[in-house]
């Protein structure tokens, strides 16, 4: 079995579990991050989220990740730009990072 290192993509941005919150930071609907967002873009973010670790990161293959959200790779990789524009996630295959949303943990 290949042992793949996980390290950040983005190390100034590793996440951090915020106070009375779970992984899921009340900042998204709060501050507006998942406005604008597609379906797609969304399922991706909460899968990213769910299986990250305590940094936020995970290195589920695009193929598993598109068959566990039934969606064609091309809509996958349109769904993981939208939340890099959006500055919620980073990629440099395999590694998937959620990142720290601006301002730090609340």
């Known amino acids: 079995m290949v042992s793949i290192e996980k390290r950040p993509v983005v190390p100034a941005r590793v996440r951090k579990v915020p106070r009375a919150f779970s992984w899921v930071d009340h900042r998204l609907v709060r501050d507006g991050h998942i406005d604008g967002r597609s ?8 899968f990213l989220v769910t299986v990250g670790d305590s940094q936020g990161l995970s290195y589920w293959g695009e193929n598993a990740v598109a068959r566990r959200l039934r969606l064609e790779l091309p809509a996958l990789r349109t769904a993981r730009s939208e939340l890099e524009a959006a500055d919620l996630a980073a990629y ?7 990142l720290e949303l601006p301002g730090g943990a609340a």
């Open 92 to 98: 440099e295959a395999p590694i998937w990072q959620v």
């Open 39 to 46: 379906h797609a873009a969304l399922a991706l973010y909460l």
